[in-house]
């Protein structure tokens, strides 16, 4: 039988210290996902497969997702992957359970071809709530791939939650498409 699993103390906190020995760099000329150039870079794939912070972050995922009407987390491959895998496991636990599943950048040429995966098969979207997960938000332009394309087959999108907001436009694009940006942590919780 699962059982409640709370944040821990300090979760935020110690998860800024695991972001920075593992997926922060800083002072170079780093090309973004967006084409723009920045001197801070994250690359939280080294944050998202560590067991502690994979952990963390669910819980703080979870946390900031308790009001939130959500029937699964999801978002494009392959940044919203561990995070909603971790977010699923973690939230069973809790006794809180959160499907996950993901967008494809481009249907697959076998198979089913399906763009969202992780539904068995003959279950759609249609008519559910889905939080779209990032890991990092610059622009938005991954997150608003993922809710036009969940959005289009029939699920309802209000909250796209980030990782890290890098403060670099992602929520007046979000505003615009009628989608409220959540997030953990921001590029300002680096510049010290």
């Not at 920075?20 to 090309?31: D, L, V």
């Not at 502690?52 to 979870?62: D, Q, R």
């Not at 779209?132 to 993922?146: C, F, P, Y």
Request: no cysteine; glycine share 8%; aromatic share 6%.
């Amino acid at each position: 039988m699962p059982h409640l699993l709370p944040t821990p103390p300090h979760a935020l906190q110690r998860l800024i210290m695991i972001i920075r020995t593992r997926s922060f760099q800083s002072g170079g000329a780093y090309k973004l996902a967006s084409g723009r150039i920045s001197d801070m870079y994250f690359n939280m794939k080294p944050t998202m497969l560590d067991p502690e912070a994979a952990y963390l972050t669910a819980s703080l995922m979870i946390d900031a997702l308790a009001d939130e009407p959500t029937d699964f987390v999801g978002g494009l491959e392959m940044g919203a992957v561990p995070l909603v895998t971790s977010i699923a496991a973690i939230s069973y636990l809790r006794q809180q359970s959160r499907r996950a599943l993901f967008v494809r950048k481009a249907a697959k040429e076998h198979g089913t071809q399906s763009l969202i995966e992780g539904l068995p098969r003959g279950e759609t979207v249609a008519g559910k709530h889905i939080a779209v997960i990032e890991d990092v938000t610059t622009t938005g332009g991954s997150s608003l791939k993922a809710v036009a394309v969940l959005r289009a087959a029939g699920a309802t999108v209000r909250t796209v939650l980030t990782l890290l907001d890098r403060q670099e436009g992602a929520g007046p694009a979000f505003a615009a498409a009628g989608v409220t940006l959540k997030s953990l942590l921001t590029s300002s919780d680096f510049r010290s």
